[in-house]
């Protein structure tokens, strides 16, 4: 089994849709993570949830908004999108102790249209 | 000057040569570094950490540091064509608020056989 599942693996969205991306673990992790990967780029830091808080990166824009329903789950909502936004979105957990030890999820492949 | 840097690449090596990759980093307190794999459509997954000055084995895999020169390698020893991936150096940033783990550009390989 994935040990970090992500879903849906594809999702194409115009600029007016509201879409959320899923993340779940299973590895019993306190730590929970959303970056954004451009083609050929390095993934960047979105959002993280960790010690019960959420950290986010200041340079990401209020279209995008997580939710940690609970210490296994982590939410992605996006609302009004723009086709920049186009990206693998990639999550990760780790242990509060080893939180420089990332396992990724699969990823979810947006497409803005 | 980026906080991690790599030659971005391709690094094209014959099968069973060395394959050797190299990172700088600007933060003279970071104590530790990290090597992740990412094979082209699938998300990174953690290969190598490295925390003192010297060399650690794993493998065909040796992470190489040198604190005083802020540099990190990777070698790859007896490369095999199932090595050709992107190979991520990530380096932890306290800068922000929580722990955030930097990643270089990704140096590319290519291991012909």
């Known amino acids: 089994d994935t040990e970090v599942t992500q879903t849906p693996k594809h999702l194409v969205m115009g600029m007016t849709n509201k879409k959320s991306l899923k993340c779940e673990q299973h590895m019993g992790h306190r730590a929970m993570y959303w970056y954004k990967q451009k083609a050929k780029k390095p993934p960047e830091l979105m959002f993280v949830?960790?010690?019960?808080?959420?950290?986010i990166n200041e340079s990401v824009p209020s279209r995008f908004s997580p939710e940690c329903p609970n210490s296994s789950l982590l939410n992605l909502h996006l609302h009004a999108l723009q086709p920049e936004d186009s990206a693998l979105y990639l999550c990760?957990?780790?242990?509060?102790?080893?939180?420089?030890?990332?396992?990724f999820g699969a990823g979810s492949r947006l497409t803005v249209l | 000057q980026k906080e991690v840097e790599q030659n971005s690449g391709p690094l094209s090596v014959p099968e069973g040569a060395i394959a050797s990759l190299n990172c700088t980093y600007s933060?003279?307190?970071?104590?530790?570094f990290f090597w992740y794999r990412q094979y082209s459509g699938k998300s990174p997954e953690l290969i190598m950490s490295i925390y003192s000055n010297g060399d650690k084995e794993d493998g065909r895999f040796t992470a190489q540091l040198n604190k005083a020169s802020q540099y990190v390698s990777l070698l790859i020893r007896d490369s095999q064509p199932s090595d050709s991936a992107t190979y991520l150096c990530?380096?932890?940033?306290?800068?922000?608020?929580?722990?955030?783990?930097?990643f270089g550009g990704g140096t590319r390989v290519l291991v012909k056989p």
């Open positions: 933060d003279r307190g970071s104590q530790s």
């Open positions: 990530a380096v932890p940033s306290f800068k922000a608020a929580g722990n955030k783990l930097t």
């Open positions: 949830y960790s010690y019960e808080k959420l950290s």
């Open positions: 990760a957990s780790s242990s509060l102790t080893g939180a420089n030890v990332l396992t």
